[in-house]
């Protein structure tokens, strides 16, 4: 009766956590780590096999689809774990193998970088060397509004964003996946310094032509 009292307890106390929010569901599963989706890749190197030791995609399934051995589920694994996994199932086709995996995922990196443009990154990366993939940001990117987008709306932005890159979030921490954008905002323009400065410039003519009566 007592296990089931604190089993019961148990079950309470996740569903107000639920209810409260303490426990958001998309929280809880960026402390698990994300699973795969189509269009991640991974970068494998299996130890004195050159065929197992390239670039793959992910299949729907999702899945890896590998040379000679074929598909290999995904299905459940977090991006994180992926070298363990893959370990376990080489294991059945080969003896002992040494392997080395790193998911990478396919990110936009746009505005105020050196150099935009697509890049797969490892999603055990921090998401400011992310930013140095594209060659860092520019003398007039505003990194303190940078901003992730998904699809046509907002994934992370704000004071919100900013705790996470201080406490240095990887790119699996903040739950991102292939064809997300990374966003380096440009410096507003000073308008009201510009007017003055033409303001200036038409007066000096102005007064000119006072002075002199022309």
Same mark, same amino acid.
Request: proline letters at 5%; hydrophobic letters at 45%; charged letters at 20%.
């Given at each position: 009766?007592?296990?089931?009292?604190?089993?019961?307890?148990?079950?309470?106390?996740?569903?107000?956590?639920?209810?409260?929010?303490?426990?958001?569901?998309?929280?809880?599963?960026?402390?698990?780590?994300?699973?795969?989706?189509?269009?991640?890749?991974?970068?494998?190197?299996?130890?004195?096999?050159?065929?197992?030791?390239?670039?793959?995609?992910?299949?729907?399934?999702?899945?890896?689809?590998?040379?000679?051995? #074929?598909?290999? $589920?995904? !299905?459940? /694994?977090? &991006?994180?774990?992926? *070298?363990?996994?893959?370990? @376990?199932?080489? +294991?059945?086709?080969?003896?002992?193998?040494?392997?080395?995996?790193?998911?990478?995922?396919?990110?936009?990196?746009?505005?105020?970088?050196?150099?935009?443009?697509?890049?797969?990154?490892?999603?055990?990366?921090?998401?400011?060397?992310?930013?140095?993939?594209?060659? #860092?940001?520019? $003398?007039? !990117?505003? /990194?303190? &509004?940078?901003?992730? *987008?998904?699809?046509?709306? @907002?994934?992370? +932005?704000?004071?919100?964003?900013?705790?996470?890159?201080?406490?240095?979030?990887?790119?699996?921490?903040?739950?991102?996946?292939?064809?997300?954008?990374?966003?380096?905002?440009?410096?507003?323009?000073?308008?009201?310094?510009?007017?003055?400065?033409?303001?200036?410039?038409?007066?000096?003519?102005? !007064?000119?032509?006072?002075?002199?009566?022309?």
């Amino acid at each position: 009766m007592g296990v089931l009292r604190v089993k019961h307890q148990r079950q309470w106390l996740t569903l107000l956590a639920l209810v409260a929010g303490a426990v958001h569901p998309a929280a809880a599963q960026r402390q698990q780590g994300q699973g795969f989706q189509v269009g991640d890749r991974v970068l494998l190197s299996v130890e004195g096999d050159s065929v197992l030791s390239d670039t793959f995609s992910v299949i729907a399934g999702p899945a890896l689809r590998l040379p000679i051995v #074929g598909d290999i $589920s995904l !299905a459940g /694994v977090p &991006r994180t774990d992926v *070298e363990a996994h893959l370990t @376990r199932a080489l +294991g059945r086709f080969l003896n002992s193998p040494v392997v080395r995996a790193r998911a990478l995922i396919r990110l936009s990196v746009l505005g105020e970088v050196t150099h935009p443009g697509f890049y797969a990154v490892p999603a055990d990366l921090v998401l400011v060397d992310a930013l140095m993939a594209a060659g #860092g940001p520019t $003398s007039e !990117a505003r /990194v303190e &509004r940078l901003r992730i *987008e998904r699809g046509g709306g @907002r994934l992370w +932005g704000g004071a919100g964003l900013q705790e996470r890159i201080a406490r240095g979030a990887t790119v699996d921490d903040l739950g991102l996946r292939a064809g997300d954008r990374v966003v380096v905002p440009r410096q507003p323009r000073d308008i009201e310094g510009t007017v003055r400065l033409i303001g200036g410039l038409v007066a000096i003519p102005v !007064a000119y032509c006072l002075i002199t009566r022309c």
